[in-house]
C-alpha cells in the first residue's frame, strides 16, 4: 500500500501529527500492561483536531517494536496518508467511526479476555456496580456480528453507541471497541470495561447480581460525568 504523503499539509498539521504519534505509540503501552491484548492484536488511534487525520496502530507489529514513527495516518475513508507500514486491519472500521460521530477523538479495540467472553454470548454487561453507572451509564451494550474488511464494524459500533451512552460496545463474536474524546478517554474505557465484564462475570459465579435502579444510575451517571473532578 502506498501513502499519499503529506504535502500541502502546514506546519501545525505536521506538528500535531509528531505529537499524536508520540501520545499513540505511548498508549499502545497501556493495552499489554492491563493485559487487554495479546501478540499484535488489537489497537488505538486518535483523531487530528487540525486535518481530517488519524493516526492509528501498523498491523502486524508486536508491542515491543512499536514507536511513534512506526504509527501511520490515514484519512476519514480509511486511506494511508503516512507511514512505511499497512494500517491496522480495524482501519476502516475506526474511520468509520471518525466519520460519523463527530465528537469521538479516540477509538481503540481489544479482545480482552472477559468482555470478549460477553461478546461471544452476545449479551450485554448488565449495570449491576456503581462504577458501571459512572462510567457507562447503563449495560454495555451488544453490537451485531460483522465481518473484518471493510466498514461494516465501524457501522456496528455507530448504530449502537448512537443510542446508548455507554463509550463501549461489545461486538458479536468479535470483542470490544471503546470511544472517547481522545485516545487516552478510549483507552480508559477499554481498561474499564475489562474491569467491569470479570467482576459481573464473578459474580454471576455466585448467583444472579442485583440491578442498580434506572434513577439510581442516572443519578450516578450525572454526578460522576458532570461534577466528580471538576
Not at 168 to 194: C, Q, S, Y
Request: with cysteine; aromatic share 6%.
Amino acid at each position: 500500500m502506498s501513502a499519499a504523503g503529506l504535502d500541502g499539509h502546514g506546519p501545525e498539521v505536521l506538528a500535531e501529527i509528531a505529537e499524536v504519534r508520540e501520545t499513540v505509540a505511548r498508549l499502545h503501552a497501556e493495552l499489554p500492561r492491563w493485559e487487554l491484548v495479546v501478540w499484535t492484536a488489537g489497537n488505538v488511534s486518535q483523531r487530528l483536531r487540525t486535518a481530517d487525520l488519524f493516526v492509528i496502530k501498523p498491523s502486524g507489529v508486536t508491542y515491543d517494536e512499536l514507536t511513534p514513527e512506526s504509527m501511520v495516518v490515514c484519512d476519514l475513508d480509511g486511506n494511508l496518508v503516512d507511514g512505511t507500514r499497512s494500517p491496522s486491519s480495524d482501519t476502516a472500521a475506526h474511520a468509520y467511526v471518525y466519520r460519523h460521530m463527530a465528537h469521538v477523538g479516540g477509538v481503540v479495540h481489544t479482545h480482552s479476555t472477559y468482555a470478549t467472553a460477553w461478546a461471544a454470548r452476545a449479551e450485554p454487561v448488565p449495570c449491576v456496580l456503581t462504577m458501571m453507572a459512572d462510567e457507562f451509564g447503563g449495560d454495555i451494550p451488544v453490537g451485531p456480528f460483522a465481518l473484518i474488511g471493510d466498514d461494516s464494524i465501524g457501522q456496528g459500533i455507530v448504530e449502537t453507541l448512537s443510542t446508548s451512552r455507554s463509550p463501549a460496545v461489545l461486538m458479536r463474536n468479535h470483542g470490544p471497541f471503546t470511544i472517547g474524546k481522545d485516545a487516552k478517554a478510549a483507552v480508559k474505557a477499554a481498561v474499564m470495561v475489562e474491569e467491569v465484564a470479570r467482576t459481573v462475570h464473578i459474580s454471576r459465579q455466585l448467583g444472579e447480581p442485583t440491578r442498580i435502579s434506572q434513577e439510581h444510575v442516572d443519578s450516578l451517571y450525572d454526578r460522576y460525568q458532570n461534577v466528580y473532578g471538576r
